[in-house]
């Protein structure tokens, strides 16, 4: 059994590559956008809330899965010889899709913060910038944090999806492995692997949350 499990090491930890790739740029880059994407549509700018809306209502309203083969196969356009990149357009789809939810979960948190916060900082000579970054920002992660780490832990599961364009993850390696060998050993290498990463994850928001505590 371990002979066997060594054998498999190499394809899992491929895979792995490329799901920690997916996690951390989908991050990287949803969550900034999520934050811009909640500031717009709590503007004033009607035509830009309005567009927001129906971003957010397709990115939420649909299968993640259905995304990422309408943005490789619709928006590549292979029929014409454009064909975007497998990576980039799980990784564009990841964003979108992500970015949508940390949106609403920002939205959730701004608008929970008294009005008179922004009023005092007026008073103070702080720029709406500078009010946003200073004051509201901070105690909006702390408000927002458990249910960023409930999507956070999710997009760890998601990358799963992947598959459907292509990408060799970390499920992938697990399926290609149990088919070859008639086992189902590979899965279960592929659930201690995910385990391990939500576990990790889960530590660590832990510890930003103690860090916030002092808002309490």
Do not use: C, H
Not at 6 to 25: C, D, H, N, W, Y
């Amino acid at each position: 059994m371990l002979d066997y499990l060594i054998t498999l090491m190499p394809a899992m930890l491929s895979g792995l590559e490329v799901t920690l790739k997916i996690f951390f740029l989908t991050l990287v880059f949803s969550i900034p956008l999520g934050i811009l994407v909640a500031v717009g549509r709590l503007s004033k700018i009607k035509p830009l809330v309005a567009v927001i809306q129906v971003y957010i209502w397709i990115m939420r309203g649909t299968p993640l899965l259905l995304q990422l083969i309408f943005i490789y196969f619709g928006l590549g356009l292979p029929t014409v010889g454009l064909q975007l990149e497998r990576f980039t357009a799980a990784l564009i789809a990841f964003v979108l899709n992500y970015a949508a939810y940390f949106a609403e979960i920002f939205r959730g948190g701004i608008e929970s913060i008294d009005k008179g916060q922004y009023e005092a900082a007026k008073v103070l000579g702080f720029s709406p910038v500078q009010t946003f970054m200073r004051i509201v920002l901070p105690q909006v992660v702390k408000i927002v944090l458990p249910s960023v780490a409930n999507e956070v832990i999710t997009l760890v599961k998601d990358t799963a999806l992947v598959y459907v364009v292509g990408l060799g993850e970390l499920l992938r390696a697990g399926r290609i492995a149990s088919n070859r060998d008639v086992s189902l050993v590979p899965f279960v290498v592929v659930g201690v692997f995910y385990l391990a990463l939500t576990a990790i994850l889960t530590k660590v928001f832990q510890q930003i949350e103690k860090r916030y505590a002092y808002y309490q």
